[in-house]
């Protein structure tokens, strides 16, 4: 039997933050994954968008996780020596007269907060993107090329601890009072840590946690006819995809959890981006879809569960685990090793 620390189990971008704030830590640990092709995190564009919805809103606690973001990125492309995190202009054009007038009487105050500015509908930075109604620049705003993240990481985990290919069956896991062993894997540890993303919700310890995952669909597109360096986000968002285009997307979608791409959301996306681009017809490279690890109240979950003290959680990343994953992962990696309480505002799980 090995003994480490800390078990992971699951490396999309929450395992794979959370293994390597461990290992900053000192803390030896093991990874378990079973390399999917098609995962939430792999399919993700990695966009880090500060402002969400027709509203507009702007996270509370925004500059506080970008901040520890870009510091943990920034860290990781030192010890890789590949540039993960891109620096994008956010183009975002607003989809009616009404929104916009919402915008200009409620929202101006993100504009100087976000170092933004507002774009009338002849801005030349519009290009070919059609905004009628006009809409806002937000500088610097965050792009991780998560898939390359994700490999490269690996990569590091393997080297600096240890990495298994394989998938952990929650049923066979065995709890004392001072340790976790996991019988298959022969491996004994202080903490195990779930961090299987939307399948996490299918574990009876976690079924209680108010799971509420979204299947989304995305495009990559050829860029041979039009290319940009920025994100535009106008009904759809357009991103690109470093070294394969351009990635468009996406949709939610509560019942048909799996990872099967659909002809009806490829129709409505390329419907939408023709909208955005009228006079642009490119031609579809990749369409995927994955399951989006999202809870009921939209807020992750991170900590130790009260039942059991050996097994902790962090889900729940939902829509931006680009953004949160780094930040939370400092949090729970100081809480199982070095006892830290976690910050008041996160959620932690409940019996
Ligand atoms: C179309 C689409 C676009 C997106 N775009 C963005 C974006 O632009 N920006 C952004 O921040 N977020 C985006 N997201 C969301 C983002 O992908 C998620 O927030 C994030 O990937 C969740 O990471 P995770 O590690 O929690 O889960 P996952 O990525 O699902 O990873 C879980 C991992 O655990 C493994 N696993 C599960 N069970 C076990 C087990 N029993 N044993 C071993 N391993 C296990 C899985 O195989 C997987 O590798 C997007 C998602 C989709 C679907």
């Given at each position: 039997m090995r003994n480490v620390d800390v078990i992971v189990v699951g490396q999309g971008l929450a395992g794979t933050c959370l293994a390597l704030e461990l290992i900053r830590l000192s803390a030896s640990v093991l990874v378990i994954d079973?390399?999917?092709?098609?995962?939430s995190s792999r399919i993700a564009a990695g966009l880090m968008t500060p402002v969400t919805g027709k509203r507009h809103v702007l996270a509370p606690d925004y500059f506080e996780w970008y901040a520890a973001a870009q510091q943990f990125y920034r860290e990781f492309e030192k010890l890789?020596?590949?540039?993960?995190l891109f620096l994008r202009d956010s183009l975002r054009a607003f989809q009616s007269p009404q929104e916009r007038l919402e915008f200009e009487q409620n929202?101006?105050?993100l504009l100087p907060q976000l170092q933004g500015r507002l774009l009338e509908?002849?801005?030349?930075?519009?290009?070919?993107v059609s905004a009628p109604y006009g809409g806002y620049l937000l500088p610097n705003v965050g792009q991780l090329d998560v898939a390359q993240f994700l490999d490269l990481a690996a990569d590091l985990i393997a080297r600096k601890a240890i990495r298994l290919v394989g998938q952990v069956d929650w049923s066979e896991v065995q709890f004392s009072e001072r340790e976790v062993i996991l019988p298959l894997e022969e491996v004994t540890a202080r903490y195990v840590v779930a961090c299987?993303?939307?399948?996490?919700?299918?574990v009876p310890w976690f079924s209680h946690l108010g799971f509420l995952p979204a299947k989304g669909e995305i495009l990559t597109l050829d860029n041979a006819d039009w290319e940009t360096e920025s994100v535009i986000h106008g009904g759809i968002w357009i991103a690109p995809a470093p070294g394969r285009g351009l990635s468009v997307g996406s949709n939610y979608e509560w019942?048909?959890?799996?990872?099967i791409p659909t002809e009806a959301v490829r129709e409505s996306i390329l419907e939408r981006m023709s909208r955005l681009i009228p006079d642009w017809n490119p031609q579809v490279l990749e369409h995927r879809a994955a399951v989006r690890p999202a809870m009921k109240d939209q807020r992750p979950v991170v900590g130790i569960l009260p039942a059991q003290p050996r097994l902790a959680i962090l889900n729940g990343?939902?829509?931006r685990g680009s953004l949160l994953a780094p930040w939370l992962s400092a949090q729970l990696a100081g809480l199982l090793i070095h006892a830290e309480p976690l910050d008041p505002r996160i959620k932690t799980p409940v019996s």
């Open positions: 079973p390399a999917e092709p098609m995962t890789a020596s590949r540039q993960v929202r101006m105050d509908e002849t801005d030349p930075l519009w290009g070919r299987g993303g939307a399948s996490d919700r299918l019942q048909q959890l799996d990872t990343l939902g829509s």
